[in-house]
């Protein structure tokens, strides 16, 4: 249906509120959904699961339930695949591709085929530079550099460290990465002993972590993405110290952050990083603009970085954050849970059940999103934009002061 009405028209010029206005018309008038692809590459741990229960359970929840086709496909970390998977959907008449890119380069022709034909690219926590995709994506808001400057704080500046990193060639772990290598390159009393891939998975960290303390015994802090809880798993099974060390958002590491047991042992850090919540904010973005209620031309849009010290841990008692709890207990949820999967704020339609398994909460219904809900995002150079200028303070630190001098 969409190849008849939108058929030829440039994304990235196209969405005005005439073609828009067409399009929910044609689709009420011939009772048609919407057919949103959810396209996934790397899956298999934790975050990827959330991310895709999110969305599941928006499609499932009214008035989405009766204007969604949602079709689920995992291309897995090969690049080409994941170009095949976006040409099959073109050709099934996509209305949107919500998807999680493997590659910020290697998408770009056939984004932009798809473009050209109509379909709405959302990519989330992921980034792409073809500038007729929009990217919902916190790699903007410093991570890297952020919980870097944090490590560096907690280890006076001085001290070897393991290097945890995500999926190889992937947009999130360059960003995060080069953000973290910004800091530590100030300061030569760091150096960087080991340097290894865990695909944001705990059993994998865990195995890497292993790995590197055998060939280095001796170290006094690790700089981790997602699969952190992996690292204080290998350190606990070689029976060696905890150390202070960064992490993003999984259930087990927070609640180690706030054992009075963990912290005897060394554990120190912060909680930060990607929140799954940003699957379902690109999903309602997507149908706000699919259904004429929003006109918003492609671009980066921010997502929010958490942030939660270990002073700040706090476990919740219900199904929901409130109070000002972010994190579940372990009878609730299991150690691999990632705990930024819910925002009150854009997602207020969803609960703990619906990140788990992917079904809708009983009488809720799709709540417009705020709208003021679209920060743009800082242009990021081979990251969600090329050619482009990168924003002079790329790397300014935004949650944490430098208490160290290089």
Same mark, same amino acid.
């Given at each position: 249906?969409?190849?008849?009405? *939108?058929?030829? *028209?440039? #994304? ?139 490590? %560096?704080? @907690? ?82 099974? #070689? ?46 973005? #997507? ?9 918003? @031309? ?18 919740? @008692? ?34 703990? @059940? ?19 809900? %679209? ?32």
């Amino acid at each position: 249906m969409k190849a008849n009405i *939108l058929k030829g *028209l440039v #994304a990235s010029t196209a969405l005005v509120a005439t073609g828009l206005v067409g399009l929910t018309a044609a689709h009420a008038q011939d009772g048609e959904k919407f057919k949103i692809y959810l396209s996934l590459s790397y899956s298999g741990n934790a975050w990827q699961s959330e991310a895709a229960n999110i969305v599941k359970a928006l499609a499932a929840t009214p008035p989405y339930d009766t204007q969604v086709e949602l079709i689920e496909n995992i291309s897995g970390t090969d690049p080409q695949a994941q170009i095949s998977a976006y040409e099959s959907m073109i050709d099934d008449g996509a209305d949107a591709i919500i998807s999680f890119p493997i590659s910020s380069t290697a998408l770009n022709r056939t984004i932009r085929r798809g473009c050209d034909e109509g379909v709405l690219f959302f990519m989330y926590d992921g980034t792409v530079t073809e500038d007729c995709a929009y990217n919902v994506s916190f790699l903007s808001a410093g991570f890297g550099e952020n919980t870097a400057q944090a490590l %560096v704080n @907690e280890l006076g500046g001085k001290g070897k460290i393991f290097l945890s990193r995500g999926v190889p060639g992937n947009s999130v772990d360059q960003r995060h990465t080069d953000g973290a290598m910004s800091v530590f390159n100030k300061y030569p009393g760091i150096e960087i002993v080991a340097e290894y891939y865990s695909f944001w998975d705990d059993r994998t960290t865990q195995q890497e972590t292993a790995k590197a303390l055998a060939a280095h015994p001796q170290v006094d802090g690790v700089w981790a993405q997602a699969g952190e809880f992996g690292v204080i798993q290998a350190l606990l099974d #070689a029976n060696r110290p905890l150390v202070p060390m960064t992490g993003e958002n999984s259930a087990g590491f927070r609640r180690a952050l706030a054992d009075p047991e963990m912290q005897a042992k060394g554990l120190r850090g912060v909680s930060s990083g990607s929140g799954p919540a940003q699957s379902g904010y690109a999903f309602k973005l #997507a149908m706000e603009i699919l259904t004429g209620q929003r006109e918003l @031309e492609p671009q980066n849009i921010e997502y929010p970085l958490p942030w939660v010290p270990a002073a700040d841990v706090k476990i919740c @008692e219900g199904d929901s954050y409130t109070d000002g709890c972010n994190v579940f207990p372990e009878s609730k949820v299991p150690s691999s849970f990632v705990s930024e999967v819910l925002n009150p704020v854009l997602l207020p339609e969803i609960n703990v @059940e619906s990140a788990l398994n992917g079904t809708p909460v009983p009488g809720a219904t799709i709540q417009p999103l705020p709208a003021d809900a %679209v920060v743009t995002a800082n242009n990021e150079p081979g990251i969600n934009c090329d050619p482009c200028e990168a924003a002079p303070d790329m790397y300014k630190l935004t949650k944490v002061e430098a208490t160290v001098q290089p």
